[in-house]
């Protein structure tokens, strides 16, 4: 403590929940605000691992014990910030968004994917990740067998292992081994150089509407496709989060309907370029927001 005795102001990233009580306690001791910084909600996913058991209530109280006592709550999507305001309306609130960062591709690896068109995909499964995976591999199979042309499906998984399974199984099941291929995980190198040269980046969410969670999640990889030249095609409704974020950007579009994946897909990528307002999610303007509200909250 005699150490930290000269700053000004703390931030605690969730998860884990234990940098949150750190804050709290250093903010005590200290007798200088906090900043509660959501990368993620505490308290309001229904899915959970396998055989687990969701104790929302002992989460909204952890949530709550913690967050009433913040100077201010940084989300990371609006989404995210429309359900925290309701529980703590007299909170002063600022989205920043997590962001993109300008680092430039590495030397390309040699066990980059090696075919001519491609959708790509690269992250961990989750079960509602597969629902929306079934529904992509489903539309190229209508559009591998009603062309000459063909679309392949590279997924790297990170895992786990189960839904690996239960992946390529659905994909057997479809009769696309030949052209959905789940693929070991690789460094990140490799993963942005196939990013890079895919024709199509996928975005893997849940087909849920009524989800409100999922609905209001941004996961980090789509800022980093957003400065990828190939457009994104997010598997999550048009009124979530992420498809916001992709409109603004004229950067590609979220769908559930097979039509438009199928068109988006065949016909319609090539209007999705990107615009300006890309410039807007890197993280060195995050960051700067992120500093102006601090400024703000002292100046008080």
């Excluded at 993109?100 to 491609?118: F, I, M, N, P």
């Excluded at 961990?124 to 559009?143: A, G, M, N």
């Excluded at 190939?230 to 009124?239: G, K, R, S, T």
Aim: glycine residues 4%; positive net charge.
């Amino acid at each position: 403590l005699e150490k930290l005795k000269d700053i000004d102001i703390i931030i605690g990233t969730f998860p884990p929940m234990a940098n949150l009580s750190v804050a709290l306690y250093l903010s005590r001791k200290l007798k200088i605000p906090f900043i509660a910084d959501i990368r993620d909600l505490i308290s309001d996913y229904s899915e959970s691992p396998a055989g687990y058991r969701r104790a929302f209530l002992i989460d909204k109280i952890m949530e709550r014990n913690v967050l009433q006592k913040a100077a201010a709550i940084v989300p990371v999507t609006p989404g995210f910030k429309a359900i925290l305001k309701k529980r703590y309306p007299s909170k002063k609130f600022k989205v920043i968004y997590n962001g993109w960062d300008g680092k430039k591709l590495l030397q390309q690896d040699a066990r980059q994917v090696e075919t001519e068109k491609y959708l790509y995909y690269a992250g961990t499964l989750y079960p509602h990740r597969l629902e929306s995976l079934k529904l992509l591999v489903r539309c190229l199979k209508k559009i591998n067998s009603g062309s000459s042309e063909k679309i392949k499906f590279v997924i790297r998984s990170n895992g786990p292992l189960d839904l690996n399974a239960k992946a390529k199984n659905m994909i057997k099941q479809e009769g696309m081994q030949e052209y959905a291929l789940v693929l070991e995980a690789v460094n990140e190198d490799i993963v942005r150089s196939e990013q890079e040269k895919a024709y199509i980046n996928v975005v893997l969410s849940s087909i849920d509407s009524g989800d409100q969670a999922l609905m209001t999640t941004i996961p980090g990889k789509v800022y980093e496709l957003l400065k990828e030249e190939p457009p994104v095609l997010a598997i999550v409704p048009e009124y979530s989060d992420v498809s916001k974020v992709l409109h603004y950007t004229n950067k590609g579009i979220a769908s559930v309907n097979e039509t438009e994946i199928t068109e988006f897909i065949l016909k319609k990528k090539e209007s999705y370029t990107g615009n300006q307002k890309i410039n807007f999610f890197s993280r060195r303007m995050q960051a700067k927001r992120l500093c102006e509200f601090m400024d703000q909250l002292l100046a008080r």
